[in-house]
């Protein structure tokens, strides 16, 4: 079995003491094999915020992928950020822009999806999508197949249209096609999960809330997810978790579940009903 933590949009430099240390107790208990972190790792891209993110990060003492958001390129140093713009994220991070993760039954792919010449908008590059693509279709068909992206691939209300990522009906389209299974994202600060209507295969979006910042959204409170797949789950299904942080408890508790049913053939569809499975 693997179990996945997906955090997003931390933005250390607004982060909160007490559910850094919340999030910190529940990747313990909950015991990780990876965590994703899905972008927006620090408010201003400050070298301190940078640092505070990766010692966090190493708190939680499970491997890491990560991707970065367009927070983590510096805003008001213009220089840095045409010439140099993740010099401060790599000095942290590493290099990798776009790490993949393998295991026997999980494949995580990362995408960079941020711009400098952007102001926070992202997109995905034709290169990009067929880089992706090939590392799909030479997944094993035991693995969860999954992509990481910064900006969410699908919303589900209009008012988000405009924060979609630019490419991503033909990422989705692409990714899809050669076995997609899940596309992670963040940015928006509105944890859901939204199967995919239309595309060759079965595919659904993830979006994470924000993990420990102070920037919620009106009645959303910090959050993460947790995705577990392999023998706990009954056979063929992904459960994913959405964990919310309680102020009263001062910690992260369940708040609701979605399990899917990745295809692993090309005659299921991503609007068949069998996709996205009601749980108590």
Known sequence: MSILLQISDTHFGTAQPAVVEALVALARSQRPDLTVL??????RARPAQFRA??????RLGVPLVAVPGNHDIPLFDLWTRLRHPYARYIAS???????????????VVCVNTTRARRHKDGEVS????ERVAGLLENAQPEQLRVVVVHQPAAVIREEDAPNRLHGHA????????????????GHIHLPYVKPIA???????VVQAGTAVSSRVRQGVPNSVNLLRWG????????????????????????????????????????????FLVPNG
Do not use: K
Not at 53 to 58: E, G, N, S, V
Not at 93 to 107: A, C, K, Y
Not at 198 to 204: H, S, V
Not at 246 to 273: K, T
């Open 170 to 185: 033909a990422a989705l389209e692409r990714w899809a096609q050669a076995g997609a299974d899940i596309v992670m994202g």
């Open 38 to 43: 899905s972008g927006d790792i620090t408010q």
């Open 231 to 274: 023998q706990d789950c009954a056979p063929g299904l992904c459960r994913i978790e959405q964990w919310d942080y309680s102020a009263g408890n001062q910690a992260f508790l369940l708040a609701r579940a979605s399990d899917i049913r990745p295809a692993r053939s090309a005659g299921v569809h991503a609007c068949s009903s069998p």
């Open 198 to 204: 239309g595309l060759a295969r079965p595919l659904c």
């Open 53 to 58: 993110a990766r010692a966090f990060t190493d």
């Open 126 to 129: 034709a290169q990009q999508v």
């Open 93 to 107: 991070f590493g290099n990798d822009l776009e790490p993949v993760h393998r295991s026997p039954d999980v494949l």
